[in-house]
């Protein structure tokens, strides 16, 4: 009935926003509200593609709903690392108390890449009479939990108009881009401002006791640590609160509990991968077996099964990994790919210590790597079906 009403409504405040009406320059506008209510009855031509009953709006929808348990688990850290750094324990045992702080800090950040990220969007669009893209549902909360809560804002709204024009707009919008738009915001960010992301501390937020300002604290995440003094940091180590996301780190890539209950939805309604996110847990799993099958220094040593644990990798082999944009399109090249992503992710942590995370410029660099390989395979299974043949004829 409500439905009904709506489409109605919609119907009929329609007509001047069509191609020619008077509010005509308005089209692609109206086209992304109304797409957003209803389903579209029209037909992809290019771009991503979404070959069943579902269209692209909703099935972003349903990657942004898989992002949720992460990004409450986010806004509860938040105010749990905060109170923790300040002293007030009491605090940091109120559950609601540290998820509103935290729900307060994070906001800021969601609302300023939505607004930036959609008006650049809305503003292409316009311009070139298209429809509105809908990948910014996603990279629009994506990015925001891939950095310390501590960013200014004036650098996230940065951050987010390089990744849409740059990332995106340039080649074409949606379904078009080649590396993914969240990781070349944050990319932006630690290569134009290093000391606000250095991918080993984060920064807590907001004033402690009698209103004394504590942006300044940083706290080492458990990678960070490990990095810096492997040794006595795995010997300190807490695997629960690994697991849990009880730690410093980005906003949404600390719980692998939540981040795991995120990957059950997306291979549940099958909008994610299982091939990409599966092969780069198998990826850094079998890197880390070999470094340790070496030995010869303690990143070496430490346990292969940390690693999905620790920094990014897991919300990285989830979220971002299964890009289907900027991932391999064929079976075979998800798996290579993906594998590839977690062994790269591993190397980078075990042999360059000065960047102990490793996941951002993994699956960036299989970004660019991804066209090649299904080109590879696509080249390779024609050369064996073409042999199968003339054995057939034969």
């Known amino acids: 009935m409500i439905a009904k009403l709506l489409r109605s409504v919609v119907d009929k405040v329609k007509p001047p926003f069509e191609k020619g009406g008077k509010l005509g320059f308005l089209h692609s506008t109206f086209d992304a509200f109304e797409t957003f209510l209803f389903v579209p009855n029209t037909t992809t031509r290019k771009g991503a593609h979404i070959r069943d009953a579902n269209d692209l709006k909703r099935t972003m929808i349903v990657v942004v709903l898989a992002l949720v348990p992460a990004l409450l688990f986010g806004m509860y850290n938040i105010g749990l690392q905060h109170f923790r750094a300040v002293g007030d324990l009491a605090a940091a045992g109120a559950i609601w108390g540290c998820f509103w702080y935290g ?55 940065l951050a987010v108009a390089f990744a849409v024009i740059i990332g995106k707009e340039v080649f074409g919008g949606t379904g078009m881009n080649v590396f993914n738009p969240a990781l070349l915001a944050r990319a932006f960010v630690f290569f134009s401002y290093t000391s606000f992301i250095s991918g080993d501390k984060v920064w807590i937020r907001g004033a402690g006791k009698g209103g004394e300002y504590i942006d300044g604290f940083s706290g080492a995440t458990p990678l960070g640590q490990i990095s810096e003094n492997a040794q006595q940091a795995l010997a300190d180590a807490n695997i629960w609160d690994w697991i849990v996301g009880t730690i410093p780190g980005s906003i949404g890539e600390t719980s692998f509990i939540a981040i795991m209950i995120g990957a059950v939805i997306l291979l549940w309604t099958g909008t994610a991968s299982w091939r990409v996110m599966g092969s780069v847990f198998a990826g850094g799993l079998a890197m880390g077996l070999l470094f340790n099958a070496i030995g010869g220094s303690p990143l070496m040593d430490m346990p292969f099964w940390y690693h999905p644990l620790l920094g990014g990798f897991a919300f990285g082999a989830v979220f971002m990994a299964t890009d289907p944009v900027t991932a391999a399109q064929t079976n075979c090249g998800k798996l290579i790919v993906g594998f590839l992503i977690g062994v790269l992710t591993v190397l980078i942590r075990v042999v360059n210590p000065g960047y102990p995370e490793g996941m951002m410029l993994s699956i960036l660099f299989m970004n660019a790597m991804a066209p090649l390989i299904d080109h590879i395979v696509v080249g390779n299974n024609i050369r064996r079906r073409r042999s199968d043949r003339r054995r057939t004829l034969r």
């Open 103 to 157: 729900f307060v800090r994070m906001l800021p950040l969601i609302l300023v890449s939505y607004i930036v990220g959609l008006g650049i969007e809305f503003a292409f669009a316009q311009k070139r009479g298209h429809e509105v893209n809908e990948g910014f549902l996603v990279s629009g909360l994506l990015i925001p939990m891939i950095m310390p809560i501590d960013m200014p804002l004036w650098m996230v709204a």
